[in-house]
């Protein structure tokens, strides 16, 4: 009786093990678990994608990093730090790009993950996209608030029902405007995603204006002074190779926000050829944006001498064009009300895809009929960051937001390799190649019951048997090799995920003496070379080519 007992709770053991690495499958052609749920309306096309990625890319942070980078890290060749960090942007975008077409449906980075990794790994990533959001959306609708009060003659010239107002007892500082922002949002994204991606273009193409007038006038003034900005003393490169790589690896966090575009995957009319355009166009359109801006501003006034906080209506103003500091102004708060409706509109997406699968209630599954996006969750979400806005300074828990980004980032890179080496063992066909396959299918099950089969159906088993040796031996050897490979690819995989993790953590503990470091470092890049060259001589797999379609539930 005890060894039964443990023999059961090994197998419970195990199945609880495995229910963490499985996989589901792209198979959302079929109709949706549940009769109360309905499909997202498909109104996105180029444009509206576009628009949400620049909405959600272009924040205020331009309108303060510009002054912060060129200070302490790269000087007038802040230019070529965007534009590293928009090549590292874009690796990334590719990546986004290439599995939001294979497999457009909501969830973003937590569908790919449960697709290519598993069960464990989207729950985590779920979360924590989920954190990151919630925590984004407030962070910036805390920081509309000191902007929107220039406009009133400074932080105490805001009517009294929005003014930031402070708790003495709890030592808190609630913010009024903030909460009532994201309560509008919440608002605007429950009418329906052509009416949210239509305001979201509309502020879009206001802060890009705005981003214009920036160069113009900047190049401008610029050449009437002679880019002052560039002829320092120190040079072009001040702090060296080592200030622009730094620099570049903080004005990265400029870029995130195209993943928003991936989460509406499932409400594009043409996923496979709208989202990769939309993701790269949006990407391009920022990095354009940013080098420009950066290289004006840097140019008007020396990198030492610039304002960390307002770098851009400084310039301005010490050049005699103090009118222009309410437009730069005017565009800082249009970039953080587009950021703060980019950060809401993924949210109850990704709780609605959970909710698909199983790991969540299905009240966060249901799609309204009429406006046929996900109102229950995108209410639920609002109010949770409207109520983070009110009461809580997150600034401090900012950083939880790039740690979420980078953790989604990861997973999605790995989920391309295993897409391109060890993909699921059940691939499905696309719907139309599945479509004709059906249909042959039927036609064929016709024929055989009126008895008018082929040739090749009456073959009875011994001749078939008498037939087959050498081709089964030869299916066989084909297998075998085909597990080898796989397996092969799989610790390749395996290396260079270790070998990553090695060489970030050792960079990371500064405070640790530098030969431990070094020897770290050259472990994790021999794991990392030794993974990366293995993958390069496996050859990837024949599967890949027909993995993904339209899909997103889990089929168990």
């Avoid at 980075?109 to 924590?128: D, K, M, N, R, T």
């Avoid at 565009?331 to 959970?354: D, E, F, H, K, N």
């Amino acid at each position: 009786m005890g060894f039964e007992e443990v023999r059961s709770s090994g197998v419970e053991r195990w199945a609880g093990i495995r229910s963490l690495i499985r996989r589901k499958q792209v198979d959302s052609d079929r109709p949706r678990a549940g009769g109360g749920h309905h499909q997202l309306a498909k109104h996105l096309s180029v444009p509206q994608l576009v628009a949400i990625g620049v909405g959600s890319t272009i924040g205020a942070g331009v309108y303060v990093l510009i002054g912060t980078v060129a200070r302490e890290h790269a000087g007038p060749a802040l230019t070529i730090s965007f534009l590293i960090a928009g090549i590292a942007a874009a690796l990334s975008a590719f990546c986004y790009a290439e599995l939001a077409s294979r497999c457009p449906s909501a969830g973003s980075a937590y569908h790919y993950s449960y697709i290519c990794v598993g069960e464990g790994v989207a729950w985590l990533i779920g979360w924590a996209l989920i954190l990151e959001y919630t925590i984004g959306g407030s962070a910036v609708a805390r920081g509309i608030t000191p902007n929107l009060a220039l406009f009133f003659g400074g932080p105490d010239g805001l009517p009294a029902f929005l003014a930031r107002v402070h708790i003495p007892g709890l030592d808190v500082i609630v913010d009024p405007c903030a909460a009532v922002l994201c309560l509008i949002v919440t608002a605007l994204l429950c009418l329906g995603i052509k009416e949210s991606s239509f305001v979201q273009g509309i502020v879009t193409t206001a802060n890009a204006f705005v981003m214009v007038f920036v160069i113009i006038a900047g190049g401008y003034i610029g050449f009437q002074t002679g880019w002052v900005g560039y002829a320092v003393s120190s040079g072009y490169f001040p702090y060296g190779v080592n200030g622009v790589l730094a620099g570049s690896a903080t004005v990265f966090f400029a870029y995130i926000g195209f993943d928003s575009v991936a989460s509406t995957a499932e409400e594009v009319k043409n996923p496979q050829r709208d989202l990769p355009m939309g993701i790269g166009m949006a990407l391009s359109i920022c990095c354009l944006l940013y080098m420009m801006v950066s290289a004006v501003v840097v140019g008007l006034v020396p990198y030492f001498a610039m304002d960390p906080d307002t770098p851009i209506s400084t310039a301005f103003s010490r050049n005699g064009m103090q009118w222009a500091v309410y437009i730069v102004t005017s565009g800082a708060v249009l970039a953080l009300c587009s950021t703060l409706l980019g950060s809401l509109l993924p949210q109850p997406r990704i709780l609605m895809a959970m909710a698909r699968d199983g790991l969540l209630p299905s009240f966060f599954s249901d799609v309204n009929r009429r406006t046929q996006v996900p109102v229950k969750s995108t209410i639920l979400t609002g109010i949770m960051a409207a109520v983070l806005a009110f009461f809580m300074d997150v600034s401090q828990l900012a950083g939880m937001v790039s740690v979420g980004t980078l953790l989604a980032f990861t997973i999605v890179a790995i989920s391309i390799l295993i897409l391109r080496y060890v993909p699921p063992d059940e691939v499905p066909l696309p719907s139309s190649l599945q479509e004709s396959i059906d249909s042959v299918s039927f036609y064929y099950n016709s024929q055989e019951e009126d008895g008018k089969c082929s040739k090749y159906d009456k073959v009875d088993d011994a001749e078939a048997s008498s037939m087959s040796p050498l081709v089964i031996k030869e299916l066989n050897h084909e297998k075998l090799n085909e597990q080898t490979r796989r397996k092969r690819a799989a610790w390749s995989i395996a290396s260079v995920c270790i070998g990553v993790l090695i060489l970030t953590t050792s960079a990371s503990f500064a405070f640790l003496p530098a030969y431990p470091r070094y020897f770290a470092c050259v472990i994790g890049g021999l794991f990392l070379l030794s993974g990366l060259v293995v993958l390069s001589l496996i050859d990837q797999d024949d599967a890949r080519h027909n993995f993904g379609h339209t899909g997103g539930e889990f089929r168990k």
